[in-house]
Structure formats: C-alpha cells, structure tokens
C-alpha cells in the first residue's frame, strides 16, 4: 500500500523553462515529477532525488549542490477515487511538499516509459496551463514568483 505523502518536483533551467510529463496512465495528464516517499522515516529531500530519477533519469546527485531545494510548502489534498485502492481502505487525502530542481541547459531527460510516455520544456506560464492538477499550477506560480523575488535582490 501507498503511504499518503508525497513529494512534487518542479524541474526548471536558468532560461526560464519547465519540464512537463505525460503520465501514462491517463492521456493528456500532463505534470511535474510527483511519487510517494518508501517508508514512513524517508526524509522528503530523498524522495524527491529518488522519484527525480526513476521517472525523468536526472540523478541530483551530480548537480550542483543546492539544484534541489525544499520550497517548504505543502497541501493536502483528496485523492481522485481511480487511485485510492493503492492506498489502505481508509485512506482518502495526501499530503504532497513542494520541492525544485534547477538543471542545466543541456539536461537530458529518459522517461520510465511504464510511468510516462512523453515530455516537454515549456515557459512557466505555459507549463501551469497545461498542467492537470490544480496544486502543481500553484508550484510551478510560485516558484516563478521565487525566482522573480531572487532576482530582483540580486539585481539592488
């Protein structure tokens, strides 16, 4: 059974853009990296890198240290009944935290094709309107909000 806490990546480059997958599962669904952590005592940051890998074979491990960043923040959010049997009987919400993921220009992307059968690179606001879930719109906003508040120190 699924454990009800979840982490979502937003992958993003310096230029701007996002990575989107299409799940393989629903036709047009598409999102950001998202999984479960393993075991309950799984530190999120893990989880993360882990589902970073198995579905896009980015390994954060080889990035520069601080590529990923907690966003501290979380939702909870129902689960749509088509996947509550993954989880046990009583089990109807998740609790997803937040995390990004900058990579470089050239990041090549290999998809766990059981999971995902298609990807693209997208600006911010394109890949929040192409997005299915409403909570990874928000991500995606706010990490562009990050961004603008970054750089605009950066730039006094």
Known sequence: MKIPISVLVVIYKLNGEVLLIER?????FWQSVTGSVDAHDEVLSSAASREVLEETGIDVTTLSPGSLQNMHHHIEYEIFPQWRHRYAPSVTKNTEHWFSL??????????????????????????????FSPSNRDA?????????????KKAL
């Open 24 to 28: 393989a599962d629903k036709t047009d």
């Open 140 to 152: 995606i906003m706010q990490l562009l909000s990050i961004q603008a508040t970054q750089d605009s």
């Open 102 to 131: 900058v990579v470089p220009e050239d990041t090549l992307v290999t998809l766990a094709p059981r999971e995902h059968v298609a990807y693209q690179w997208l600006p911010y606001e394109a890949a929040a309107s192409q997005c």
